[in-house]
């Protein structure tokens, strides 16, 4: 018997990506809750979709009542408990493990036992916060891209705990909101992760090693590859402290030195330099 969609879900997390995952659901029919730490992060989540939606208007790419509706079917809040009665529950939280823990043991305790409790991590093991919880059956991984709204695919991850019913659930979840979705197992990096990383990571090597400048690495991966854009204004769209976490994550799980992360790019984390979300990374915004 094919899984029903979901009616309602819930977005731990007020970044851009928890906008444009509420987004994505919301334009798929599903009614979205976004729940941040504070009411002004929670306007700042919704007023950032309703500006991007109505900038879609003001281009004539959608219809004012499309955006209309897709705006009334996203709201927010400030109580975890509100997200009592979601179907599925999508955490967009920083990435670290203690705090999804944490967050995963409190989501436990307030949503409906039948709810599905997904991750947006990029690279930790979803396995780590489903033991937290009394339903590891029913946490999986529903890993999206930045931006939501327009990147097409979905990692469906699949930790040893989860049940076939979970994994038809969320694959249910993902092509109602018109995404094509990959099943992976849940292993550092994932599908795209592990393979993309090493790549941006030497690529800041190649910079060290003075072969050529970032402006021309970019321009010949661009130009050579295809690539939609070249390495290092990939990093700073990612942010250089999410690239700096994943590289450690996958350095940690491998052992292999392709993931250890170069010395370029702690500086400029540690610089504060974290790309465009900072107006400066590699590149300056």
Do not use: W, Y
């Given at each position: 018997m094919a899984e029903s969609a979901p009616t309602s879900i819930g977005i731990v997390g007020s970044g851009i990506m928890a906008a444009g995952i509420a987004e994505v659901a919301a334009r798929g029919g599903i009614r979205s809750i976004i729940r941040a730490r504070s009411e002004s992060s929670v306007s700042s989540a919704l007023g950032q979709i309703s500006g991007g939606l109505t900038r879609q208007v003001e281009k004539g790419k959608l219809e004012a009542s499309d955006r209309d509706r897709i705006l009334a079917n996203i709201s927010g809040t400030i109580d975890l408990a509100e997200l009592s009665d979601c179907?599925?529950?999508?955490?967009?939280?920083?990435?670290?493990?203690?705090?999804?823990?944490?967050?995963?043991?409190?989501?436990?305790?307030?949503?409906?036992?039948?709810?599905?409790?997904?991750?947006?991590?990029?690279?930790?093991?979803?396995?780590?916060?489903?033991?937290?919880?009394?339903?590891?059956?029913?946490?999986?991984?529903?890993?999206?891209?930045?931006?939501?709204?327009?990147?097409?695919?979905?990692?469906?991850?699949?930790?040893?705990?989860?049940?076939?019913?979970?994994?038809?659930?969320?694959?249910?979840?993902?092509?109602?909101?018109?995404?094509?979705?990959?099943?992976?197992l849940d292993r550092a990096g994932f599908i795209v992760n592990a393979l993309l990383f090493p790549y941006l990571n030497n690529a800041i090597r190649m910079l060290e090693d003075g072969t050529a400048s970032m402006e021309d690495i970019d321009t010949a991966m661009k130009g050579g590859c295809n690539f939609p854009m070249g390495p290092f204004a990939l990093l700073d769209l990612v942010g250089l402290d999410t690239s700096l976490s994943i590289l450690e994550t996958l350095h940690r799980s491998f052992g292999d030195d392709n993931f250890a992360p170069r010395p370029r790019l702690r500086e400029l984390v540690a610089q504060g330099r974290l790309g465009r979300k900072s107006k400066a990374g590699f590149y300056v915004y």
């Open positions: 179907d599925i529950i999508i955490e967009s939280v920083v990435e670290d493990l203690d705090t999804k823990q944490s967050l995963f043991r409190e989501l436990d305790a307030v949503v409906k036992p039948s709810a599905i409790l997904a991750t947006n991590t990029s690279t930790l093991a979803v396995v780590e916060m489903a033991k937290v919880t009394g339903r590891p059956d029913k946490v999986c991984g529903i890993h999206f891209f930045n931006p939501a709204a327009v990147l097409p695919l979905v990692e469906i991850v699949r930790p040893i705990t989860a049940s076939d019913d979970t994994i038809a659930r969320a694959e249910t979840f993902v092509r109602t909101i018109g995404k094509e979705g990959v099943h992976v």
